[in-house]
């Protein structure tokens, strides 16, 4: 009995060595790739310690999930932290696919190598990784209050009561300048390709963070653009138009997810909303605004907490928001030519929030 124990700690041990002898050559390829490997230090996790810190992964303690991955609150030595586990294998079918789609374990590299490059107060810190899995896991710091998501569409709105509009004008202005920084803090822009609500975890005092670096990559020097038209992936009414027909993608595709977030803060509603007006026509969430401004009733379409919370009255009020809206417009246009660059944004947006 003890020796088929031994056996298998052993058998254990040894693949554990080879996973991290096999991901440890690729994360390093990812990181001389991505950053001329400059990055901040990563730290080491052991499996079993993991393990442990998210209660061998229980569902109770899931903050956010998406298609690639599940991000998991934990404590370690007395810390929290934040555990980003990737599936094994894709939750719908590739087989149309398969030559053109990244494996899972890919984008968990990507993610890893984007990640730990990045030092910004509005970009979740990102600690470190494990190895000794197939796939390896994670580390960042501890999410305080959950996704922007939650906020916005989820649990939270109705369990610790919905984002005030100077709330949602400091998260707006906050993850503009992380975008900005992405696309000017680095020899080479980085474009995030995947700006949305789900992506943005809130801290204490509301600050809110990017922290999703998993279709991240970089803009080659003397290039404007990056074309990925064999693995276009995205969240639909996020997907800047050039990037869907063409997969051609640059720093304004970013704005243009940008301009979808901005639109959701402000009404409350999911981009890819559609709902029949009087004409008995289908609209997209921005068509449905215009709508609205058009007919004069522009205050029906803000999310109703924004209209009825104690503050401004509703003519000054208006006034912010149409202005906000306008921007994130502009953010939305078909051409991306006709977009503002991510740092103007940020300026804009600054400058409302301290009239605000």
Not at 46 to 56: F, G, P, V
Not at 117 to 135: A, P
Not at 161 to 167: I, V
């Amino acid at each position: 009995m003890g020796s088929c124990l031994r056996s298998r700690k052993s058998l254990e041990k040894a693949e554990k060595r080879k996973f991290m002898l096999g991901n440890g050559k690729i994360l390093l390829e990812k990181l001389i790739a991505s950053s001329n490997g400059k990055h901040n230090p990563i730290r080491s996790f052991s499996a079993d310690e993991l393990k442990t810190a998210t209660d061998d992964f229980d569902g109770g303690k899931v903050i956010m999930k998406c298609l690639f991955y599940k991000l998991y609150k934990g404590f370690l030595q007395d810390r929290p932290i934040s555990v980003m586990k990737f599936e094994d294998t894709f939750p719908f079918s590739v087989s149309k696919f398969e030559d053109e789609v990244l494996g899972i374990d890919e984008y968990c590299f990507n993610c890893a190598a984007f990640a730990s490059q990045m030092s910004h107060k509005n970009v979740l810190k990102f600690l470190g990784c494990c190895l000794e899995t197939q796939i390896p896991l994670l580390v960042y710091e501890s999410v305080a209050n959950g996704t922007l998501d939650n906020w916005i569409h989820g649990p939270c709105r109705s369990n610790s009561g919905p984002l005030l509009l100077k709330q949602r004008l400091k998260i707006a202005m906050e993850i503009a300048s992380a975008v900005a920084y992405l696309h000017v803090g680095f020899s080479r822009p980085v474009v995030s390709r995947d700006i949305k609500p789900t992506t943005i975890v809130l801290q204490e005092e509301n600050v809110a963070q990017l922290f999703d670096f998993t279709l991240s990559l970089s803009i080659p020097e003397g290039e404007t653009h990056i074309n990925d038209s064999n693995r276009v992936i995205g969240t639909f009414g996020f997907m800047a138009p050039e990037y869907r027909t063409t997969g051609d993608f640059s720093e304004k595709s970013d704005v243009y997810s940008f301009g979808a977030l901005l639109l959701e803060l402000l009404t409350g509603k999911k981009i890819s909303y559609s709902s029949h007006f009087d004409d008995g026509e289908d609209y997209r969430l921005q068509d449905l605004v215009k709508k609205y401004i058009e007919n004069e009733s522009f205050k029906e379409i803000v999310d109703p907490a924004i209209v009825g919370e104690e503050g401004l009255m509703w003519p000054e009020k208006e006034q912010q928001l149409l202005i906000c809206t306008e921007l994130a417009f502009k953010c939305l246009s078909e051409s991306e030519g006709d977009r503002p660059t991510i740092v103007q944004v940020a300026k804009q947006l600054r400058q409302i929030y301290q009239s605000n």
